[in-house]
């Protein structure tokens, strides 16, 4: 079975594992999810991630992060660009998630980042997903 969307499968495993509340999931790993997953541990969403070397492909343990009381860090988080329909946006049209609450991850020619990294280096790109 191929996936269209391996992004948007890993997206759905964070999302279903923090909701259970879980520690860790493992995702499938690939270069554009190991990025998407280092803008996630720098904008302090999730702990910490590992890539896991297996026989033929790669896989990325994510550990994700709660609150003293054991709520989610992560409340919401959403696919934008799909294979079906992609989203670019100019440097000027970058967007805020949430007034600036979330974050937006976006593929930029100077790789893959957060909204406001895009913004400090003046650079567009694909917005690849929301959180918040």
């Not at 079975?1 to 520690?23: F, G, Q, Y």
């Not at 803008?39 to 994700?64: A, P, Q, T």
């Not at 937006?104 to 895009?118: F, H, I, L, R, Y």
Request: with cysteine; aromatic share 6%.
């Amino acid at each position: 079975m191929s996936l269209t969307d391996p992004i948007a499968d890993m997206l759905t495993k964070i999302r279903n594992a923090s909701n259970a509340m879980h520690e860790v999931v493992d995702v499938p790993a690939s270069n554009i999810k190991k990025e998407i997953t280092r803008v996630l541990k720098n904008e302090g969403y999730i702990k910490d991630f590992k890539y896991l070397k297996s026989d033929s492909k790669g896989v990325i343990r994510i550990f994700l992060k709660y609150t003293k009381s054991r709520d989610k860090i992560i409340s919401g988080i959403k696919r934008i660009s799909k294979p079906g329909l992609r989203v670019y946006v100019s440097k000027d049209n970058i967007p805020k998630v949430l007034g600036g609450l979330g974050v937006a991850v976006m593929s930029t020619p100077k790789g893959v980042m957060s909204d406001k990294n895009s913004r400090e280096m003046n650079v567009g790109g694909e917005v690849l997903c929301y959180i918040w």
